[in-house]
């Protein structure tokens, strides 16, 4: 008879947990960012937008999804990027923000990756002004690199007041 308690392990301690992090990878334009996977509930194909007046510029609208009216972000127009029409490679990343869930249109959704945490490295210094802060760092594994997005100030404060009135719009 094998005891449970040979083969069980001690607990993991808190500087050894997720010394991987796994991120999704997708490209805005020509360039690559990630999300933190956990954050993510779940990719999409685009659906019919429902626009809402007098939302800031970057909301491309509301979508229902399953019952749950979701507001919409288009990143490219977050970043200050040109637009560009919506095609087959087009994705809403669904992910958790501040209790809410949000929607991030991107161009492409590419892969997860996997890395280090001494793969990972603050952002650069020189990143100031405006957008510098929706970056948490950058990744470097070989000659790629990748802006990883810091999903809590994609809206600042006050953007984020607005998005409860937007998912009351009917």
């Known amino acids: 008879m094998i005891r449970n308690a040979e083969k069980m392990e001690a607990p993991a301690k808190p500087e050894e947990l997720r010394q991987e992090i796994q991120?999704?990878?997708?490209?805005?334009?020509?360039?690559?960012?990630?999300?933190?996977?956990?954050?993510?509930?779940?990719?999409?194909r685009p659906q019919r937008l429902t626009p809402v007046p007098k939302a800031p510029a970057f909301i491309e609208g509301v979508i229902n999804l399953r019952g749950v009216v979701i507001p919409v972000v288009d990143l490219r127009k977050r970043f200050d990027q040109a637009k560009t029409e919506t095609d087959r490679k087009t994705r809403v990343i669904i992910c958790g923000l501040s209790g809410k869930i949000l929607g991030l249109m991107v161009d492409e959704v590419s892969e997860v990756r996997r890395y280090s945490r001494h793969e990972i490295q603050a952002a650069p210094k020189f990143l100031k002004g405006k957008g510098a802060e929706f970056f948490l760092g950058v990744c470097r594994k070989d000659e790629d690199l990748v802006m990883l997005l810091d999903l809590e100030r994609i809206l600042s404060s006050d953007e984020k007041i607005d998005l409860d009135k937007i998912e009351k719009t009917p």
């Not at 990878?25 to 933190?36: H, K, N, Q």
């Open 23 to 44: 991120l999704a990878c997708f490209r805005i334009g020509t360039e690559l960012y990630a999300l933190d996977i956990l954050r993510i509930k779940e990719i999409i």
